[in-house]
């Protein structure tokens, strides 16, 4: 019985063995459609030659697919219980995000924000139920935290609002006033009292996500592919940006996942700056697959723009991936001058590559490829010298 209902109390930050659940990677799966429709509606918007709307529309609709992520998975690192109400909750999460994942395109297209709004509140709902819940089993501070939580999440819930009572022009920066606040409801509740996420665990699910974008990219640059051979057979101009996006997409891995990073984490101080710079390094990871998608349809002929903006649509999702990971990521590893100014000088190097017309891919996925023979070159021998001394 005791797995049907239990007391939600915090977990332990020192627990050994923590690793993701199934349900957990479950809730991310559901990501895939969202992250995907996001960006479908960023390839039809740069491959017309609006990225005006597009690139905006993009960042909006990225952060509200990621902040759902993120209110998850940092309040299952904490409270997970595994118990029939907490897994039925999460489960009516999940619808939520599939309903949000729906509204993107109308959102997008016409601003209309109304089913993207509802599938929020769905989600929020069940958020503010478990921070409820949580509060219920704690005492003190640990309790206060929970509540504040709560009333932060559903006070936003109210603030979006304004996506649908106010006029068109005003929908950016209710956007924009909105998602501030959102950020600041964790630093608000945790001012006082840490919540008791585990280091490990949540370097895994962070990692976990990046994986799974990383897929939705492959599979979004896989269609392109397919389409443009099915269509055009210009295998001469295609194979060169497949090839080099399946470059970048597999340094974007090795880049990643080169370090620990669950050794930094060791307070809300390292995390949540970790946690919010995310947003950049899971939106221009998903952006390359887009930027892929573009690159193909302005080479088969079936975008109506130059090749220069085709091939940025590649190198700079590419570059900021590279530079925010060492930013926010890799550099607290590195030791040196030369480790850390590997990936820094890649990202430029990356941008230069833009200027190199239907070669540009490639060129900027064997610099990928060279980036990451040089990290690797770089941490042998720095460790073959710790050896030696």
């Known amino acids: 019985m005791s797995n049907v209902l239990r007391r939600m109390h915090a977990r332990g930050r020192g ?29 039809h918007a740069l491959a017309e030659g609006h990225p005006g709307h597009g690139i905006p529309g993009y960042l909006m609709m990225f952060f509200a697919v990621w902040w759902a992520w993120m209110n998850f998975s940092w309040f299952s690192s ?42 929020y509140l769905v989600m929020r709902l069940a958020m503010v139920a478990q921070w409820l819940r949580a509060a219920l089993s704690a005492e003190g501070e ?16 109210v603030g979006w609002l304004g996506l649908l009572l ?31 996420w585990h280091p490990h665990h949540i370097a895994e699910r962070y990692g976990l996500f990046t994986i799974i974008v990383l897929g939705e990219t492959v599979s979004a640059a896989t269609v392109a ?19 080099g996006g399946l470059l970048l997409i597999f340094a974007a891995y090795w880049i990643y996942f080169a370090v620990p990073i669950h050794l930094h984490l060791a307070s809300n101080r390292q995390a949540f700056l970790w946690g919010y710079g995310h947003y950049l390094v899971f939106g221009s990871a998903a952006a390359i697959g ?32 590279m530079l925010t990971v060492w ?3 890799s550099r607290h590893q590195k030791r040196g001058f030369l480790q850390q100014s590997v990936l820094p000088v890649s990202s430029l190097l990356v941008l230069a590559c833009t200027f190199a017309g239907h070669q540009a891919v490639l060129l900027a996925g064997l610099v990928a490829a060279v980036t990451i023979a040089v990290g690797v070159t770089l941490t042998a021998r720095a460790a073959s010298r710790e050896a030696a001394a």
Request: aromatic share 8%.
């Open 15 to 43: 627990e050994a063995h923590r690793a993701a659940t199934p349900l957990e990677l479950f809730f991310d799966l559901c990501f895939v459609v969202a992250v995907a429709q996001a960006g479908r509606q960023l390839v």
């Open 78 to 119: 904490a409270y997970d219980t595994d118990d029939v109400p907490y897994r039925v909750v999460t489960l009516v999460q999940m619808a939520g995000v599939l309903v949000l994942a729906a509204g993107v395109p109308r959102a997008f297209d016409r601003g209309d924000f109304t089913v993207v709004w509802f599938g």
């Open 142 to 157: 640990e309790r206060r935290t929970a509540l504040r939580y709560a009333g932060g999440v559903a006070l936003c819930q």
């Open 166 to 196: 106010l006029p068109s022009h005003a929908k950016p920066w209710v956007f924009l006033v909105m998602a501030v606040c959102e950020m600041s409801v964790p630093v608000f509740a945790e001012h006082r009292q840490q919540t008791g």
């Open 225 to 243: 592919v397919q389409s443009a051979v099915d269509e055009h057979g210009a295998l001469g101009l295609l194979l060169p940006i497949a090839g």
């Open 290 to 321: 887009a930027g892929i998608e573009v690159a193909i349809e302005e080479a088969a002929g079936k975008a109506h723009i130059a090749t220069f903006a085709a091939s940025a649509a590649v190198t700079v999702p590419a570059a900021l991936f």
């Open 327 to 329: 930013l926010i990521h």
